[in-house]
């Protein structure tokens, strides 16, 4: 059973950077692509980002250009490197496969941009 922990959110001004990760207790190496979601306030959760096991990306368009997806197999860890923020990109963000699997739910990182 893989367990999902993110950490790395915070409290940053519009046009700041944060670097998110998640670190998983299993092996990550069988999941082929991996995403981060994020839900805001009164919003259903999106998919912003994906990366599969080959290294393909995928980007929600408000986030292109802005953020970067990584993945270290041999870490079991999963970044996501967001530049340029914005206050709308404010919301919980989690880790999980793509498509999701509801047992790999973590508790988020939260990340606030003030304007």
């Known amino acids: 059973q893989v367990q999902l922990v993110e950490s790395g959110g915070g409290l940053v001004q519009a046009g700041g950077s944060l670097r998110l990760s998640c670190a998983a207790s299993g092996s990550i190496f069988s999941i082929n692509v991996m995403g981060w979601y994020r839900q805001a306030p009164g919003k259903q959760r999106e998919l912003v980002a994906s990366?599969?096991?080959?290294?393909?990306?995928y980007y929600v368009d408000s986030v292109k250009g802005r953020f970067t997806i990584s993945r270290d197999n041999a870490k079991n860890t999963v970044y996501l490197q967001m530049n340029s923020l914005r206050p709308e990109d404010t919301a919980v963000y989690y880790c999980?496969?793509?498509?999701?699997?509801?047992?790999?739910w973590g508790q988020g990182t939260q990340v606030t941009v003030s304007s």
């Open positions: 999980n496969a793509v498509p999701h699997r509801s047992a790999y």
């Open positions: 990366i599969s096991s080959s290294g393909g990306t």
